[in-house]
Nanobody, 115 residues
Framework: QVQLVESGGGVVQAGGSLRLSCAAS????????MGWYRQVPEKQRELVAI???????VYADSVKGRFTISRDNAKNTMYLQMNSLKPEDTAVYYC?????????WGQGTQVTVSS
């Protein structure tokens, strides 16, 4: 079992920054795939950024150069630094972790970017 708790969402003006956190507990370590997804109403959840099993990072084209994913293995916490935010980044952001062949999701945190 893995528990994920996101925090750091909020309302920000276009061009601003936010940092999301995902605190993980349970059967998880630095080798687990972890990443961030986002979803807007009536659309599928989409990948934002992810750590692969090999430790590489993959970003959606729409966020490359603006968002940075990182993790603090000592704290079992993953972050998403979001800079130069745009109104189209408005969504609920979810943390994902893969462990033991299962996908675990956090509860989500709302990010709203006003124009």
């Amino acid at each position: 079992q893995v528990q994920l708790v996101e925090s750091g969402g909020g309302v920000v003006q276009a061009g601003g920054s936010l940092r999301l956190s995902c605190a993980a507990s349970g059967n998880i370590d630095s080798h687990n795939v972890m990443g961030w997804y986002r979803q807007v109403p009536e659309k599928q959840r989409e990948l934002v950024a992810i750590f692969t099993s090999g430790g590489n990072t993959v970003y959606a084209d729409s966020v490359k150069g603006r968002f940075t994913i990182s993790r603090d293995n000592a704290k079992n916490t993953m972050y998403l630094q979001m800079n130069s935010l745009k109104p189209e980044d408005t969504a609920v952001y979810y943390c994902l972790a893969n462990s033991g062949g299962y996908h675990y999701w956090g509860q989500g945190t709302q990010v709203t970017v006003s124009s």
